[in-house]
Nanobody, 124 residues
Framework: QVQLVESGGGLVQAGGSLRLSCAAS????????MGWFRQAPGKEREFIAA????????DYTDSVKGRFTISRDNAKKTVYLQMNTLKPEDTAVYYC?????????????????WGQGTLVTVSS
């Protein structure tokens, strides 16, 4: 079983950038598609981005396309979310997620392992 630990959240001004990292433990990391979800106060958890096991296929929700980039390094067992041109509406707790069927589904039901979350706050 994979365990996930996020880092890199914080406070940033609108227009700024942050890079989130998600470090995985466990021997089967490369077998999972990996993704990022976020949850703002009072809202449901929503899909942001996903990457397949090899890093060759990615998927993004429309609101972050062109601003966010997901990538993974299987040798380091780490997945990244580079977030540029941040907006106040990007403020949320960001969760790393692992799931063999996650790519293309975008649904929390296909997440097998969640990280604990990291808070991103974008000030206007």
């Amino acid at each position: 079983q994979v365990q996930l630990v996020e880092s890199g959240g914080g406070l940033v001004q609108a227009g700024g950038s942050l890079r989130l990292s998600c470090a995985a433990s466990g021997r089967t990391f490369s077998g999972y598609a990996m993704g990022w979800f976020r949850q703002a106060p009072g809202k449901e958890r929503e899909f942001i981005a996903a990457v397949n096991w090899s890093g060759t296929n990615t998927d993004y929700t429309d609101s972050v396309k062109g601003r966010f980039t997901i990538s993974r390094d299987n040798a380091k067992k780490t997945v990244y979310l580079q977030m540029n041109t941040l907006k106040p509406e990007d403020t949320a707790v960001y969760y790393c997620a692992a799931g063999r069927l996650l790519i293309g589904t975008r649904r929390t039901e296909y997440v097998e392992v969640w990280g604990q979350g990291t808070l991103v706050t974008v000030s206007s």
